[in-house]
């Protein structure tokens, strides 16, 4: 899926229903206030100064198909003159699985709206319920239908580490996302922010935290099968705002860097195969494309140490090898 510039408003909180556990949008998205077509007017008119052609306006933040009809059409309004002179070739939104319906897209894509994301979070209803959802996983099933019959590109966003969850559960979230046939995905690994109710659950000792090291080891597992299945991840972790690396994110996997761990985590366990019943003391070569080369070594050179601690190896180096693809090969093995 081709991506084009992103030009993001955000709409913290408009429409929502209910109050996630998890969630304080405000200090996620860094944005203190709802918008306004004044403020998507704002934004597209300087990505026109800056002469941006093609770019993509992405409503992110609320439940926007929750928020009132009157506010809906004032944002989508504002963005019209922009479709019209090219800075902006489309609109994506997301918003909740249960607040879709048919009239509701057929006006979405009258008004230039081409992607909606859905909030899945979880396919496990008690899971969703532990977290405030206030929805249903089957919501998401008929919400994903209702997209794609649309003809709306369809992107699902999933979380692991929500109370009540575990690595098997989101495991099979991913599974089960996977099946919907989404254009795309993100990933989403639980953070703990302050002011929601999930930071007083940690307080109190009732959620225990998920950490970068079990966002790593769970992403590792999943990010594959979105991958085998031919279906992007566009994101992988929260993207990192002023106030969340200030002290705002108490706990849980919030790195700025995430989805390199877990890139990392993935070649690390494909290289640790490969070097099963290599004998001990050896001095072994993997090969890896240009772009994986960094991954591939790992943070303060922590695969490739780890590695040749965890196989009694004299040495382990890393070179770079265009026809490798995404994975790792096994170029050498000396006494």
């Given at each position: 899926m081709a991506r084009a510039r992103i030009i993001p408003v955000f709409v913290p909180h408009l429409g929502c229903p209910n109050e996630c556990v998890f969630c304080d949008q405000k200090r996620i998205s860094g944005s203190p206030s709802p918008a306004s077509g004044a403020d998507v007017d704002r934004a597209l008119a300087r990505a026109r100064q800056m002469g941006t052609t093609g770019a993509e306006l992405a409503l992110y933040g609320g439940s926007f198909t929750a928020v009132s009809p009157a506010l809906q059409q004032e944002l989508l309004a504002a963005a019209q003159p922009y479709l019209a002179d090219g800075t902006i070739r489309s609109i994506r939104l997301s918003t909740r699985p249960d607040a879709v319906d048919r009239a509701e897209l057929a006006m979405l894509r009258r008004w230039g709206v081409q992607t909606v994301e859905l909030g899945a979070q979880s396919m496990c209803d008690e899971v969703l319920a532990a977290s405030g959802r206030g929805h249903t996983a089957a919501d998401t099933v008929r919400a994903s239908a209702l997209v794609k019959k649309a003809g709306l590109q369809l992107i699902l966003q999933m979380m692991t580490g929500l109370p009540g969850s575990d690595r098997e559960k989101d495991t099979d979230t991913a599974r089960r996302i996977i099946a919907l046939a989404p254009d795309g995905a993100r990933i989403y690994p639980t953070v703990v922010v302050e002011g929601t109710v999930l930071?007083?659950?940690?307080?109190?000792?009732?959620?225990?935290?998920?950490?970068?090291?079990?966002?790593?080891?769970?992403?590792?597992?999943?990010?594959?099968?979105?991958?085998?299945?031919?279906?992007?991840?566009?994101?992988?972790?929260?993207?990192?705002?002023?106030?969340?690396?200030?002290?705002?994110?108490?706990?849980?996997a919030y790195h700025p860097a995430l989805g390199e761990l877990v890139r990392s985590e993935i070649l690390r366990r494909e290289a640790a195969a490969l070097l099963a019943g290599v004998p001990a003391g050896a001095k072994v070569t993997l090969g890896v494309a240009p772009e994986r080369l960094s991954a591939m070594i790992g943070q303060r050179r922590e695969n490739v140490d780890g590695l040749r601690r965890a196989f009694s190896l004299g040495q382990v180096r890393v070179k770079c090898l265009p026809q490798a693809g995404g994975g790792v090969v096994l170029v050498d093995v000396r006494p």
């Amino acid at each position: 899926m081709a991506r084009a510039r992103i030009i993001p408003v955000f709409v913290p909180h408009l429409g929502c229903p209910n109050e996630c556990v998890f969630c304080d949008q405000k200090r996620i998205s860094g944005s203190p206030s709802p918008a306004s077509g004044a403020d998507v007017d704002r934004a597209l008119a300087r990505a026109r100064q800056m002469g941006t052609t093609g770019a993509e306006l992405a409503l992110y933040g609320g439940s926007f198909t929750a928020v009132s009809p009157a506010l809906q059409q004032e944002l989508l309004a504002a963005a019209q003159p922009y479709l019209a002179d090219g800075t902006i070739r489309s609109i994506r939104l997301s918003t909740r699985p249960d607040a879709v319906d048919r009239a509701e897209l057929a006006m979405l894509r009258r008004w230039g709206v081409q992607t909606v994301e859905l909030g899945a979070q979880s396919m496990c209803d008690e899971v969703l319920a532990a977290s405030g959802r206030g929805h249903t996983a089957a919501d998401t099933v008929r919400a994903s239908a209702l997209v794609k019959k649309a003809g709306l590109q369809l992107i699902l966003q999933m979380m692991t580490g929500l109370p009540g969850s575990d690595r098997e559960k989101d495991t099979d979230t991913a599974r089960r996302i996977i099946a919907l046939a989404p254009d795309g995905a993100r990933i989403y690994p639980t953070v703990v922010v302050e002011g929601t109710v999930l930071a007083d659950m940690w307080r109190a000792g009732t959620y225990r935290e998920h950490t970068v090291a079990d966002a790593v080891a769970v992403c590792a597992d999943i990010l594959p099968l979105f991958e085998a299945a031919d279906i992007p991840v566009i994101r992988l972790g929260l993207n990192p705002t002023a106030e969340l690396s200030a002290g705002s994110a108490l706990a849980g996997a919030y790195h700025p860097a995430l989805g390199e761990l877990v890139r990392s985590e993935i070649l690390r366990r494909e290289a640790a195969a490969l070097l099963a019943g290599v004998p001990a003391g050896a001095k072994v070569t993997l090969g890896v494309a240009p772009e994986r080369l960094s991954a591939m070594i790992g943070q303060r050179r922590e695969n490739v140490d780890g590695l040749r601690r965890a196989f009694s190896l004299g040495q382990v180096r890393v070179k770079c090898l265009p026809q490798a693809g995404g994975g790792v090969v096994l170029v050498d093995v000396r006494p």
